[in-house]
Every structure is written in C-alpha cells, then in structure tokens.
C-alpha cells in the first residue's frame, strides 16, 4: 500500500504542487475577495491575539460561534453556486454535483459542530480541538479556493488542500513557540 501512495504522488507530484500554489493565491476570481478576505483577517487576528495571550483558552461560546463560521461560508458558497447555476446533486461524476457535495459538507460539519459545541455533548478538549479558529477558519478558506477557483476534485487537490492545511498549522504552531 505504501508503495501505491508513493507512486501515486511520484506520477502527480506537479499536479499536487499546482494545486497547492492555488491555495496559496487566494484571488484567482476575483469576486472571491468579498468572503477570503475576512476569513484571512480571522485567522491573522485570532493568531495574533493567542500568541499575545498565550494561556487563554477557548471557551463553549467561542468553539459555537467558531461552527457558525462554516454554516455561513457554506451558504455564501451555494450562493455563487446558484449564480452560476452549478447546484447538482443528480449528475453524480460531474464537476457540479462534487463541487455541490463539497459545500454540503461543509454546511453538515458547521451544523455538527455547532450542535455538539451548543450542547456540550462532547468533551471540551474535542470541541476545542475541532472547532479552533484555525481549524475552522482554514477548512473554510480550502472549500472558498476550490469552489472560487473551480478548482476540480481530485485527489491531487485533496492531497494539496490537505499538506495546506498542515503547513499552515505547523506555521501558526511555531509563530505560538517561538513569538
């Protein structure tokens, strides 16, 4: 099996770094800048502010609202979807019906952790974990770019989207250590 995922990313690796270097240029349609830029500002800020208070911690209230996040940036990506009459759930295999399942997901998980966090019915260290700023403000910032950009699924975008996610993380994580 390792020798398939290594093959896998030998035969895709341009594709893979293309697709990450799409991550990293946020305003490739520019009609994006209206919802990137504020969850760029979110994710700035709220850094900014834990590496200034560093033994803060994340309350009931903050992980809920954190969950709101994605609920109205799924929305604002159905939205665009409907502009440019791209909602599919029937053509299964097309670009729309993924890109319709992408947002979906989305909006299931924001309403998830919305209800899990509301209700207190996990433990804290979960709610904290998953519904973080970062965490949430990053999936957010992935399926805006994707969906924006019509950017296509694939694995190689699921590969790069995720090593995004990573590096970004390990890149917040040392600013917190060392800042």
């Given at each position: ?110 309403l998830f952790l919305f209800i899990m966090d509301f209700s207190h019915f996990w433990p804290k260290f979960m709610a904290f974990h998953f519904s973080n700023h ?46």
């Open positions: 099996m390792i020798e398939a995922i290594a093959g896998y990313l030998n035969q895709n690796y341009d594709e893979i770094l293309v697709r990450f270097f799409d991550f990293l240029n946020p305003f490739q349609n520019q009609s994006a800048k209206w919802i990137i830029i504020p969850v760029i500002v979110t994710i700035i800020v709220m850094e900014m502010y834990y590496v200034r208070y560093k033994n803060e911690e994340v309350g009931w209230n903050t992980a809920t609202a954190n969950s709101l996040v994605l609920m109205f940036v799924s929305m604002n990506l159905f939205k665009f979807l409907s502009e440019k009459n791209s909602i599919n759930f029937t053509n299964i295999g097309s670009y729309d019906f993924s890109t319709s399942m992408l947002v979906l997901f989305i909006l299931l998980e924001g970062l965490t949430v403000n990053l999936t957010a910032y992935i399926a805006i770019i994707i969906v924006y950009s019509a950017i296509p699924l694939t694995m190689s975008v699921f590969i790069a989207a995720t090593l995004f996610f990573l590096i970004i993380n390990v890149v917040f994580f040392l600013f917190r250590i060392f800042y």
